[in-house]
């Protein structure tokens, strides 16, 4: 029987390892890029039983992720759960690209977990996201390690770039806790923020932080009122509005 046959039928998982343990990455690298789908699946299956990936197979499983059929973007977004070093960017963003699929996200998150450190660290290098969309999958991925995200948002919250230190602050702000109150004088400069968007985010964790948290909050609360009175876009006066409500 031939590696052809053998990989253009239904195969159980014994099958496919022994398969996995006989070929060589490259062969297994050619069933899965072929164009029968049950034949890149299977493929992709036996790469799978190999193990941790090189990094080039890791090269290959970002651009799998992107197949026309999901379970060939299943089993390539599973192997990215052990994501070669070298190409720990492109095999994460491509994790968050899938979690905004329902039929892939579970798979994906699953892999970003996995990932652990690698991923956190890699997503908060890539928050100067320009697209709303893509800008909202990044937060919801680091909103998954919790508190554990605290420590590398914090310093991003001042970032000279105003996408990254928005989305720092709005990620500080989802996730609470020590995380939040920890960055209080990086949000209290917020209130000035050149930018509407990264004022409204500093504004937006007033209602958390003050008075408890914040050096002078008499202070805070003028400029709150100010702003809510006075500033010229309407996403700063929402903000400064229902962080005036929260302190009461």
């Known amino acids: ?41 299977n493929g992709w299956r036996a790469l799978l039983a190999k193990g941790k990936p090189t ?27 052990a994501a070669h070093a070298d190409h720990m960017t492109g095999a994460v963003m491509a994790l968050v690209e899938l979690t905004a699929d329902n039929a892939l996200a579970d798979v994906a998150n699953a892999s970003i977990d996995k990932l652990g450190k690698a991923a956190l660290s890699t997503l908060l290098t890539q928050l100067d996201a320009r697209d709303g969309d893509k800008a909202d999958r990044i937060i919801d991925a680091v909103l998954r390690f919790g508190q554990t995200a ?33 960055s209080a004088a990086a949000m209290v400069d917020g209130l000035k923020d050149p930018w509407d968007q990264g004022r409204a985010a500093a504004v937006r964790t007033m209602g958390v932080l003050c008075p408890k948290h914040v050096k002078d909050p008499d202070s805070v609360v003028d ?14 006066r929402k903000a400064a509005e229902d962080a005036l409500k929260a302190i009461g």
């Open 223 to 236: 400029i709150l009122s100010f702003l809510y009175e006075e500033d010229p876009h309407s996403v700063v």
């Open 1 to 41: 029987m031939s590696h052809d046959t053998d990989f253009g039928g239904s195969l159980s998982d014994a099958e496919i390892k022994k398969l996995a343990a006989k070929l060589d990455e490259a062969t297994l690298l050619h069933f899965g890029n072929d164009g029968r789908a049950i034949a890149r699946r």
């Open 55 to 81: 990094a080039y197979v890791t090269s290959r499983a970002v651009v799998a992720t992107r197949d026309s059929d999901t379970q060939v973007q299943k089993h390539a977004a599973t192997l990215l759960s």
């Open 150 to 182: 605290g420590t590398g948002l914090k310093p991003l919250a001042s970032d000279p770039n105003a996408v990254v230190r928005t989305l720092a602050r709005i990620a500080l702000y989802e996730i609470g806790g020590k995380a939040l109150t920890g």
